[in-house]
């Protein structure tokens, strides 16, 4: 299997959520959303397991950033409230819950540039979720989408299957999510929702920590561990 199958492969199993569709009302378990926003007066206990998505927790009138600090340096992610305002009003509650922080990066691919994360349970591509799933958004996306910086979610081969599993984009080997002659069906399916503003030279660093190829998933897999010790959102 070629890095780039394998890459594939992993990018389209790697939401594995529950399914579960509480307090949804569309179809495949996709989170309508009534549950709570985490408190922004310090109060917050870390939460990973959610009975219902938490939404409501951005103003789409307001720009949004996300810095990541992790144990190989940080870098800041511009979120598309534009584009994708219900992919990142999901992200920024999963970070101020708390749910990223102290996870590992447990994909790293040189080829691909690709690094994946999002996995606080398993800290793998089996990881069950946050207990829901959220709609797609933002239509189809291209070949142009998936340029250095981007930042997507992960999901399976289903629609509406994405929860909290994300990966960004090093370089131009992302380039083939866009396109169908290369991967069929799941092209473009993959939600953009921002890119990185600063630091595409940490996420360079990381993918490029490559150590090999699981042999049961077709995943590359760093030669260390790399943690992101925690995600901050930035209002304006």
Not at 53 to 67: E, L, R, S, V
Not at 162 to 181: C, I, P
């Amino acid at each position: 299997m070629s890095v780039v199958v394998g890459a594939l492969l992993l990018v389209s199993i790697a939401a594995c959520g529950s399914g579960d569709d509480s307090g949804s009302g569309t179809p495949g378990g996709a989170a309508v959303g009534t549950g709570e926003c985490p408190p922004t007066d310090g109060s917050v206990t870390r939460t990973i397991d959610f009975a219902k998505a938490p939404t409501g927790c951005i103003d789409p009138a307001k720009t949004y950033t996300a810095t990541f600090d992790t144990s190989e340096g940080s870098f800041t992610v511009a979120l598309d409230t534009e584009r994708t305002p219900k992919t990142v009003d999901n992200f920024v509650a999963l970070v101020g819950w708390k749910y990223y922080d102290g996870t590992r990066i447990f994909r790293t691919e040189a080829d691909t540039g690709i690094a994946q994360g999002g996995s606080p349970h398993t800290q793998g591509a089996d990881d069950p979720g946050p207990g829901y799933t959220i709609p797609d958004e933002g239509g189809t996306f291209t070949t142009d989408d998936y340029g250095p910086g981007a930042i997507a979610m992960a999901r399976s081969d289903q629609p509406d299957s994405a929860s909290a599993q994300f990966f960004v984009l090093s370089g131009e080997g992302g380039r083939y999510l866009g396109d169908k002659d290369q991967i069929g069906p799941t092209a473009g399916t993959f939600v953009v929702f921002g890119k990185v503003s600063d630091g595409l030279d940490v996420v360079k660093q990381i993918t490029d920590l490559q150590g090999g190829i699981d042999q049961t998933t077709g995943l590359g897999v760093p030669g260390k561990d790399i943690t992101i010790e925690k995600v901050t959102i930035h209002e304006s």
